[in-house]
């Protein structure tokens, strides 16, 4: 018997943060066919109400540190305005989305990362065991869409700021054994690019072969390596297939654009 399908969205900032690109991501999401679930980081949002307050932000190699004061701030810009904003357009679209926590019906249990060179704070990071199937699969069955923010917990009161990229993938493994899964990362570039300097070099599929050799070659580098790193271990574990691209161009209904990753 052949698999439901189920496409899993990652959006990050440059769509978060910028109203007219959310609302037409939203509309071309509310579209998509067959079950789904949005993942959403949280832009420039919590960085401006931290720093409103006096919370000025903590980065060490462009990760944030999360101590309590801006665990209270993510919390807040994550799982409240920023969800619950998405899920009422979301509504507004003939949608009918559920906004989540990974504390939400326990559909997320990480652990708070342990501390070596850098203590990231109240920072988490998933295992095999971390999300919870059956409510998911509980919340799609009776036609809701999850709308999960980047804000997990360990199980004993402590909430966790967790990596959006992270939470997509790992929803997305998991979720492939009742679904044959998709997961679409969107950023702001049309996908993996030959040439940085040309937005129209879009290197359009790679196989996993191909991915060291363009390490190799430079074309892929810096902050692009774990991403498709992280996608490629994806598609190992059971995911079907990856696309890196951009929100406006990737979700359009039959159009081909962006990258795909693929065994």
Do not use: W
Not at 177 to 189: D, G, N, Q, S
């Amino acid at each position: 018997m052949e698999k439901e399908t189920l496409t899993i969205v990652k959006i990050g900032g440059n769509v978060i943060d910028d109203s007219e690109k959310l609302h037409y991501f939203l509309e071309d999401f509310s579209k998509l066919k067959g079950a789904k679930i949005l993942v959403h980081g949280g832009g420039k949002i919590a960085t401006e109400m931290g720093i409103s307050l006096g919370i000025e932000p903590k980065m060490v190699d462009g990760r944030r540190i999360t101590d309590i004061q801006t665990l209270r701030i993510v919390t807040m810009a994550y799982a409240g305005l920023i969800n619950k904003n998405v899920v009422a357009q979301l509504q507004a679209k003939n949608c009918n989305a559920i906004g989540l926590s990974g504390a939400d019906g326990n559909t997320i249990r990480a652990v708070k990362r342990p501390v070596k060179t850098i203590d990231y704070g109240f920072v988490g990071d998933l295992s095999e065991t971390s999300i919870a199937v059956d409510t998911i699969n509980g919340l799609l069955n009776i036609g809701l869409v999850p709308v999960f923010c980047a804000i997990t917990h360990d199980g004993d009161t402590q909430l966790l700021n967790t990596n959006a990229d992270t939470i997509a993938s790992a929803i997305a493994v998991a979720m492939s054994a009742a679904y044959t899964t998709t997961l679409v990362y969107c950023f702001e570039k049309k996908g993996v690019l030959r040439d940085v300097e040309d937005d129209n070099s879009v290197v359009s599929e790679i196989r996993m072969g191909q991915f060291e050799q363009l390490k190799e070659e430079g074309v892929v580098s810096g902050g692009m390596i774990p991403k498709l790193h992280n996608a490629f271990e994806a598609i190992r574990s059971g995911v079907s297939a990856v696309y890196i691209g951009q929100a406006e161009e990737l979700l359009r209904e039959g159009q081909q654009s962006g990258t795909r990753l693929i065994k």
